[in-house]
């Protein structure tokens, strides 16, 4: 794409970050990322335990909902400057793990007991023990998720949406929904949409 750019290709880039649904109403068409997470600890009682892998306290887990996505590429690619430039959608400020984990946990009504695993564990024991992957639901790449040092410049899409009402909101204030639409479709799986 960037050298289709650079011969002249008037292209415009949208990055966006992990995706989940609408921060209004939750509505989404599949479960998977941090839904899988949600999903186990809905299944436990209300003190729930979760692997935890790597330094959750460290590395940031930037996640935005579909309405946020929708909303600002719409805006941007009205704007004659946006030609040739790459936007990261995601959250500028985006939560730690440990306080994704946090967010999830409350919206769900979850305590959550954390168990340390390292990575090479935790995606081990998913693929070859056998029973633990029916158990947890939670494919072993998904592990890479939230122990991958993953940082967004979100310079571009600040600076040109300003002014347009239109910013990631923290996932604090909208996973409520995501849970609420969670318990009233459970029958929704993680298959890829089409």
């Avoid at 966006?16 to 068409?29: H, I, L």
């Avoid at 564990?121 to 029916?134: M, S, T």
């Avoid at 890479?144 to 310079?155: G, K």
């Amino acid at each position: 794409m960037r050298k289709a750019m650079r011969t002249g290709l008037p292209a415009t880039i949208y990055r966006p970050s992990v995706v989940v649904g609408d921060s209004k109403t939750g509505v989404t068409q599949k479960f998977d990322g941090p839904y899988f997470v949600l999903q186990w600890l809905m299944r436990q009682p209300k003190i729930a335990m979760l692997p935890v892998v790597g330094r959750p306290s460290r590395y940031r887990f930037n996640v935005v909902p579909s309405d946020f996505i929708m909303n600002a590429i719409e805006y941007l690619s009205a704007l004659p400057q946006s030609v040739g430039k790459t936007y990261a959608l995601a959250d500028p400020s985006p939560l730690t793990v440990d306080e994704t984990i946090k967010v999830l946990a409350e919206a769900g009504g979850r305590k959550v007991v954390r168990i340390p695993l390292t990575k090479g564990i935790a995606k081990g024991a998913l693929q070859y023990v056998p029973g633990v992957f029916r158990l947890l639901r939670i494919p072993p790449p998904a592990v890479d998720y939230f122990v991958h040092p993953t940082l967004y410049d979100t310079t571009n899409a600040t600076a040109d949406l300003a002014g347009s009402g239109i910013a990631a909101p923290r996932l604090v204030d909208y996973m409520p929904q995501l849970v609420a639409f969670w318990r009233a479709h459970r029958e929704i799986g993680s298959a890829a949409m089409v």
